[in-house]
């Protein structure tokens, strides 16, 4: 992909969106950005990012009938992308219609479309976490989002199927990811954040006391990938590109929280000071134990990069944290 070449990216000024059009600014990429006209203007962590043309969620669909810009992908990074949004409705429109409507504009404009899907989607881990396309009517997600992630997924391997695709698409099945930027999400964003800011504020962590006899307190699982792995994993598809599909991104090794924790005294020089607390009962059912990525399936496309080591990435955010609005 040239300098010359323009990408529109949605959720442009979420997480994930963010830190892409970060990193398209760095390679000289410009971009049309999607998202809610406010959140451009009231997230310090964004203040420094260049997001080129801005648009409205509401207005994506018009400017792309009308527009004569020579686009030269979608990346659609925007969704709800909360676990505990319960309105199925909403969820419908924005992580399935709005996905599908894309999807059918980078069709007819013959140019890639690379999208966000989850790791929710495998539930609790019953079935595995293998990204094999004949495993996708089988999950059986724990909650609305992941749900409404999975059916996305299902209608992208119909379309797939039946010949009605943009010329190259790649879904991504993204892990627990976390890093600089996240703050917006607010009780979304990772437990390095929160763990960040209870440091700062009480020289403690308070983490999810197990409620599963067989795993200890801080021993429930994740497969915890940094940001720059996500973003440089939607590079690949748009660069090389990848076998049309939906691939895991993740590091391949689920770690525990207590590592997480540990990392992030570490990362500050802080004695660790570790407080258990109840799994709130609105979300008990529905948690997660463990998770970790399959990923032989992207690197048998050639996608080489090494994972950011949760240790290093978590001093890596505790240091930008530091420096500033984060």
């Known amino acids: 992909m040239s300098a010359s070449e323009t990408l529109l990216v949605t959720g442009a000024a979420g997480f994930i969106g963010a830190r892409f059009v970060e990193s398209c600014n760095a390679r000289g990429v410009s971009v049309v950005s999607v998202d809610r006209r406010e959140a451009f203007a009231s997230r310090p962590q964004h203040a420094r990012l260049d997001f080129g043309t801005t648009l409205d969620v509401e207005e994506v669909a018009p ?43 980078a069709r007819r404009l013959g140019i890639p479309y690379v999208y966000a899907s989850s790791a929710a989607v495998y539930g609790d881990g019953a079935l595995g976490f293998d990204d094999s396309d004949a495993l996708v009517p089988r999950l059986k997600p724990l909650n609305p989002y992941g749900e409404s992630k999975r059916r996305f997924d299902l209608w992208a391997l119909e379309e797939a199927a039946a010949g009605r695709t943009p010329p190259a698409w790649a879904g991504f099945r993204f892990f627990n990811v976390y890093g600089f930027g996240e703050r917006h999400k607010g009780p979304q964003a990772s437990v390095v954040l929160h763990g ?40 690949f598809a748009l660069k090389k590109p990848v076998i049309s599909g939906i691939y895991n991104v993740g590091t391949g090794k689920a770690r525990t929280f207590l590592d997480l924790a540990k990392a992030v005294f570490t990362a500050l020089d802080t004695p660790e000071r ?53």
């Open 63 to 105: 400017w792309l009938s009308a527009s004569r810009f020579s686009l030269a992908g979608i990346v659609h990074m925007g969704a709800i992308s909360s676990t505990t949004e319960l309105d199925e409705v909403l969820l419908r429109r924005f992580n399935v219609d709005c996905s599908k409507n894309l999807w059918n504009e």
């Open 196 to 235: 960040y800011d209870q440091v700062k504020a009480k020289g403690e962590i308070r983490l999810f006391e197990s409620h599963r006899a067989d795993v200890p307190h801080g021993h429930q699982s994740r497969d915890f990938v940094d940001v720059s792995d996500a973003v440089e994993a939607v590079w």
């Open 274 to 326: 570790i407080v258990f607390v109840p799994t709130p009962e609105a979300i008990r059912a529905r948690y997660q134990y463990f998770t970790e990525a399959k990923m032989e399936r992207l690197r048998a496309q050639g996608f080489a990069k090494s994972p950011v080591g949760l240790e290093d990435g978590v001093e890596w955010y505790v240091r930008r944290l530091e420096s500033g609005p984060g």
